[in-house]
């Protein structure tokens, strides 16, 4: 992991106006510079509840998972970035 981070704003606290949004990597598997690891706890109501060390605090992915995952993951590793708008080429 990247930095440590103590609570749930830390995630996006180097992130500009992240209130307005920001871009959240994510993948089963750790890559460079993820930042929080989540591990699956169990399944409900089609979603599933993963917990996160970090935080010490459960959260529920609702079936959306799915768009991205067949299953649902033993592990999710994230890192929330700036969104980054390109300049239109000259």
Known sequence: MARPIENASQL?????????GFRLL???TAFP???VKLE????????????????KMEGW???ALFK?????PKEIYERAEPIVKESAAL
């Open 26 to 28: 994510f993948s089963a």
């Open 61 to 63: 992915l609702c079936p």
């Open 40 to 55: 699956w706890k169990r399944e409900e109501h089609g979603g599933n509840w993963y917990y996160s060390p970090e935080f």
């Open 12 to 20: 996006v606290s180097n992130i500009p106006n992240a209130e307005k």
């Open 33 to 35: 510079g993820s930042e």
């Open 68 to 72: 991205y995952f067949e299953k649902a």
